[in-house]
């Protein structure tokens, strides 16, 4: 069973910083696509980032652009979420997720390993 355990969430003020993490407990991230999504209250899955199996960086939210970066150190089999500049519409469940995928997609079926979510909110 693949297991994923994502941590370092919180609260936050705009424009403040937060970095969360990915452990992999059953199996190398570095075979594996990764991404991370998330979920604002009331609304969708959104697909955030992610970096392919071969390597290839997408950023799927035009509105992270610039302040949020994916990456992954495969050392430690982890993967992270730096995000700068936060806004409180930044607020939300974010999810990390892999899958032994080639390729990126901005589905959340494309993925079969998902962490808990951890909560982001950002507030004055």
């Known amino acids: 069973q693949l297991q994923l355990v994502d941590s370092g969430g919180g609260l936050v003020q705009p424009g403040g910083s937060l970095r969360l993490s990915c452990a992999a407990s059953?199996?190398?991230?570095?075979?594996?696509?990764i991404a991370w999504f998330r979920q604002a209250p009331g609304k969708e899955f959104e697909a955030v980032s992610c970096?392919?199996?071969?390597?290839?960086?997408?950023n799927y939210a035009d509105s992270v652009k610039g302040r949020f970066a994916i990456s992954r150190d495969n050392a430690k089999n982890t993967m992270y979420l730096q995000m700068n500049s936060l806004k409180p519409e930044d607020t939300a469940i974010y999810y990390c997720?892999?899958?032994?995928?080639?390729?990126?997609?901005?589905?959340?079926?494309?993925?079969?390993?998902w962490g808990q979510g951890t909560q982001v909110t950002v507030s004055s």
């Open positions: 970096i392919s199996r071969r390597g290839r960086l997408t």
């Open positions: 059953t199996f190398s991230l570095d075979l594996y696509t």
């Open positions: 997720t892999a899958d032994q995928a080639y390729e990126c997609s901005p589905r959340t079926i494309a993925y079969g390993a």
